[in-house]
């Protein structure tokens, strides 16, 4: 009698099982799944019962680099990182043999086409976009596994050396186009406020005189200046002609 209670006290025993917060425990029956446990302590009658543990916490994939070729041929190696979880640990276990895996791979081949469908100037500016549309094609792709996607986020985008110099060049070629521009457009203000200025200046007698004035005023204030009148020709013929009277 004392044996078969050892022997039932150790069968308990060894029946206990410790599901921590993070984790939820996949049951099977004689193979068959049957329901999934919560944290805490539970009871697993084997050999009848057997059990798969499956974390549920969030969890970082690192997506490795990828050559992927954009829509106007240009080669780039992109990589990125894929936050997501388990929100059906039962699906996870049955539906697909190894989650970690497949949901890498996933985001590997997602993330070549997405960048195939965008030009480099749109990937490069859009990189928000480009990381939104990979989250919501492999979110809808692993929703059959029990995988929730919570986010995808482009790290790197790493070009050719020769393609980073042609866009320097662009870059500079820009910014000297943008200087003309607005240096000629300062040129075109100028010459109105001058032809302004010429029209009230000629219509008001003296004004071109008394401007000459205060211009002679300004220049005088510093004595290292050295003014010099143009003085048209045919008044220095009369005074000329006043000295010989």
């Known amino acids: 009698m004392e044996f078969l209670i050892t022997l039932v006290i150790v069968y308990v025993l060894t029946t206990i099982r410790v599901i921590f917060e993070y984790q939820r425990g996949v049951v099977f029956l004689l193979g068959k799944y049957t329901h999934t446990m919560g944290p805490g302590l539970k009871l697993l009658f084997w050999p009848f019962q057997t059990m798969r543990k499956v974390d549920v916490r969030v969890k970082a994939v690192d997506v490795p680099d990828q050559e992927a070729i954009t829509r106007d041929n240009i080669s780039a190696r992109i990589n990125a990182v894929i936050y ?80 980073k110099r042609t866009m320097a060049k662009q870059a500079e070629a820009e910014r000297e186009r943008r200087a003309v521009v607005i240096n000629s457009m300062g040129e075109v203000e100028a010459s109105k406020n001058l032809a302004e200025a010429a029209n009230i200046l000629s219509s008001s007698s003296g004004a071109l005189h008394l401007r000459t004035l205060n211009t002679i005023n300004d220049v005088s204030s510093d004595a290292s200046n050295t003014i010099i009148f143009a003085v048209p020709l045919e008044v220095l013929r009369a005074f000329d002609h006043l000295k010989k009277e």
Do not use: C, H
């Open 84 to 163: 997501y979880k388990v929100k059906d640990a039962a699906k996870s276990f049955i539906e697909v043999e190894n989650f970690y895996y497949a949901v890498s791979q996933l985001a590997q081949t997602t993330m070549r086409n997405v960048v195939g469908e965008m030009d480099l100037d749109q990937l490069l500016s859009q990189r928000e976009e480009a990381s939104k549309k990979i989250k919501d094609i492999v979110d809808v792709l692993t929703d059959p596994w029990g995988i929730q996607v919570d986010n995808v986020e482009l790290k790197d985008i790493t070009l050719p050396e020769e393609m």
